[in-house]
Antibody
């Protein structure tokens, strides 16, 4: 079975940093483009970052560009989100996600369990 | 930047049909997915590529996309279908997707 298991969330002060992890199993991780999505309290879903299979191409929402970095280690079947210069408005539940197939990355059929991030002093 | 718009809420009686619209400029030229989101749970893909249902999704969920509007239809709505529903658009080449603001479906 496809599984995406997340870790790394928590409480951090404004201006601080956190690194989220997403460990994949049950499929050939290196063949799938991956993304991160978040949901702030009382708000909707927001796409925040994309990474190509090899890691050679990445893309960020304007809201996190220059502060967040997506990366992957295909040898470890792992996806990461390094979050720096965190702001209160980054408080959200963060999800990693994968497409239904290797050729349809945008059909987010598999999701991690979500990890909460709270930015507060 | 491109945007898609959903009504904040839709109500339906049990057993009736609920329709949730998602509107955007020339949305019919894009690929649309729909997600069900319940509190404390991860989103669930219920419709992809406008009209297709993933394995395990009940047949009462269906989708359409034409012109400027995509629609998620839930036929014979059940209490368990009460949730937030999000449309998502992809233009066929970009490395990002756009989510609508979400619609709360209430089964009265």
């Amino acid at each position: 079975d496809v599984q995406l298991v997340q870790s790394g969330g928590g409480l951090v002060q404004p201006g601080g940093s956190l690194r989220l992890s997403c460990v994949a199993s049950g499929f050939t991780f290196r063949s799938y483009e991956m993304i991160w999505v978040r949901q702030a309290p009382g708000k909707g879903l927001e796409w925040i970052s994309y990474i190509f299979t090899s890691g050679s191409t990445t893309h960020y929402a304007d809201s996190v560009k220059g502060r967040f970095t997506i990366s992957r280690d295909n040898a470890k079947n792992s996806l990461y989100l390094q979050m720096n210069s965190l702001r209160a408005e980054d408080t959200a539940v963060y999800y990693c996600a994968r497409g239904l197939s290797a050729t349809t990355w945008y059909t987010l059929g598999f999701w991690g369990q979500g990890t909460p991030v709270t930015v507060s002093s | 930047s491109y945007e898609v718009t959903q009504p904040p809420s839709v109500s339906v009686s049990p057993g009736q049909t609920a329709s949730i619209p998602c509107s955007g400029d020339k949305l019919g030229e894009k690929y649309v997915c729909w997600y069900q989101k319940k509190p404390g749970q991860s989103p669930v893909l219920v419709i992809y590529q406008d009209t297709k249902r993933p394995s395990g999704i009940p047949e009462r969920f269906s989708g359409s996309n034409s012109g400027n509007v995509a629609t998620l239809t839930v036929s014979g709505t059940q209490a368990m279908d009460e949730a937030d529903y999000y449309c998502q658009a992809w233009d066929g080449s970009s490395t990002y997707v756009i989510f609508g603001g979400g619609t709360k479906l209430t089964v009265l």
